[in-house]
């Protein structure tokens, strides 16, 4: 069973407008992980932002946040005022806790384009 | 500059062959970990370490070998018996083995087999 799924293979944006990348999740271990990672053209992956299971306040870094709705098993990425450098692949990951053995499980990707 | 360096960028081998894709670590992390990842989808895990020494199985390490000699090094070996090897090979790390730990990734390595 998909346990990260990515529904948006690809997304535009118009330069210095929001967008949001959608991330579902299915796991039955209480205590996880999510991530979202960006991946430019060069291939390497860069860690993005982070959401705990147990966090009660969605977390932000800079431009990105991460709207997380556990009931729903949502963990959607926001970017705010794109740029052209956020052109990129955009990765959701799943990392669960003991009974999940640590692992990351990582979706498909969203490739997004922003436009000039 | 702390990091993780992969080399060769780009590797070719003759079908048949085994080769080594090497993984360098001076982040002083224990966890180390290989991913492969294919046109269009996510990663995929082949193998991680936890601990010196020690490793595991990811989802697809038929056709894979790893070692853990050394903390800072975590080379992974692509066997004959790989069906199809012809892949984006990333290598990643983190401080512990945690739900809460992010992984930092190497620049990876591009392998074409002919």
């Not at chain 1, 997304?11 to 991946?39: H, N």
């Not at chain 1, 993005?48 to 959607?76: H, M, P, V, W």
């Not at chain 1, 970017?79 to 999940?100: K, P, T």
């Not at chain 2, 080379?75 to 983190?94: D, E, I």
């Amino acid at each position: 069973a998909q346990k990260i799924t990515q529904t948006q293979p690809g997304m535009f944006v118009q330069e210095k407008e929001a967008v949001t990348l959608d991330c579902t999740y299915d796991t039955s271990d209480p205590s996880y992980g999510l991530f979202w990672y960006k991946q430019p053209s060069s291939g390497e992956m860069i860690f993005l932002i982070y959401q705990g299971s147990y966090d009660q306040q969605n977390a932000t870094e800079g431009r990105y946040s991460l709207n997380f709705q556990k009931a729903r098993k949502s963990a959607n990425l926001v970017i705010s005022a794109s740029q052209l450098g956020d052109s990129a692949m955009y990765f959701c990951a799943m990392r669960e806790g003991f009974r999940g053995g640590f692992k990351t499980i990582f979706g498909a990707g969203t490739r997004l384009f922003v436009k000039a | 500059d702390g990091g993780i360096t992969q080399s060769p960028k780009y590797l070719f081998r003759k079908e048949g062959q085994n080769v080594t894709l090497s993984c360098e670590q001076n982040l002083n992390h224990d966890a180390m970990y290989w991913y492969r990842q294919d046109p269009g989808q996510g990663l995929r895990l082949i193998y991680y370490s936890q601990i010196v020494n020690d490793f595991q199985k990811g989802d697809i390490a038929e056709g894979y070998s790893v070692s853990r000699e050394k903390k800072e090094s975590f080379p992974l070996t692509v066997t004959s018996a790989q069906k199809n090897p012809t892949a984006f090979y990333l290598c990643a790390s983190s401080i512990r083995d945690r739900q809460d730990n992010e992984q930092f990734f190497g620049p990876g390595t591009r392998l074409t087999v002919l």
